[in-house]
């Protein structure tokens, strides 16, 4: 329950989600339109183009956002939240599913270590072994 108020607080920080309670019990939605977010696999800086995500941790404004597609799962929306401090270092991402708007997970909170790398290695190195496309495609 501290780990939902935690990333409540951040995001509603950070300005890229809100609170309330939609269907899913989730307590955070996404707040970027379909238009702002990045295609099938590629990254962007939250307001800037879509690129790949290699080297973006370290191109990527310190304290900056920066979203990832997730790849083979496009109803999938990582956000990375960049170090303040430490250029190329990950101190958050929540993974939210773009089409319902809700958080499906945190995968580096505030408890966690900091991660070096850029967001795509991040989430494939955090997300779990077992899940599949369909474990979260068929939430209701």
């Known amino acids: ?45 939250a307001g800037g183009p879509d690129r790949s995500c290699r080297g973006i941790a370290y191109t990527a404004p310190r304290g900056s956002r920066v979203l990832y597609r997730v790849r083979g799962e496009s109803n999938l929306l990582a956000v990375c939240y960049m170090h303040r401090v430490h250029r190329g270092t990950v101190y ?10 809700w958080l499906v997970e945190a995968l580096l909170t505030a408890r966690d270590e900091p991660v070096a790398g850029d967001c795509d290695e991040v989430v494939r190195a955090r997300r779990s072994p077992t899940r599949t496309p369909a474990d979260t495609a068929g939430r209701s």
Not at 9 to 17: D, F, I, R, S, V
Not at 92 to 100: A, H, M
């Open 92 to 101: 958050g991402v929540d993974v939210f599913d773009v089409y319902k708007r």
């Open 1 to 45: 329950m501290h780990q939902i108020a935690r990333t409540c607080l951040l995001l509603a920080l950070t300005g890229c989600a809100t609170t309330g309670t939609p269907r899913s019990g989730s307590p955070v939605t996404l707040e970027y339109a379909l238009s702002e977010l990045p295609g099938p696999g590629l990254c962007r800086v």
